[in-house]
């Protein structure tokens, strides 16, 4: 069982700058992919952002040069920094990693992080 514990959230106004952490309690090269996933109140949960180990990272294109996923593997840890954020970036914010084990996937989620942005 892996857990993810976020942070970072808050109330931002419009413009401003924020970093999500996402502490992973497992090994970062025992997974498959890492990232951020988003969702508003009557919304479906939406890419922000994902790293696949060895392979490529993807962001939803409305994000591409206002957001950027990284990694820190000392730390255990995978980070989104949000910049220039607006209000429609108002959401919970989930950190999301996958496993393979034994030739099973296995998909975590975070709590969640709730982040506001004001006009």
């Known amino acids: 069982q892996v857990q993810l514990v976020e942070s970072g959230g808050g109330l931002v106004q419009a413009g401003d700058s924020l970093r999500l952490s996402c502490v992973i309690s497992?090994?970062?090269?025992?997974?498959?992919?890492m990232g951020w996933y988003r969702q508003t109140p009557g919304k479906q949960r939406e890419l922000v952002a994902t790293?696949?180990?060895?392979?490529?990272?993807t962001y939803k294109d409305s994000l591409k040069g206002r957001f950027t996923i990284s990694r820190d593997d000392a730390k255990n840890t995978v980070y989104l920094h949000m910049y220039s954020l607006k209000p429609e970036d108002t959401a919970v914010y989930y950190c999301?990693?996958?496993?393979?084990?034994?030739?099973?996937?296995?998909?975590?989620w975070g709590q969640g992080t709730q982040v506001t942005v004001s006009s």
């Open positions: 790293m696949i180990s060895g392979g490529p990272t």
């Open positions: 999301n990693v996958d496993q393979l084990v034994t030739g099973r996937r296995y998909e975590y």
């Open positions: 497992a090994s970062m090269f025992s997974l498959n992919s």
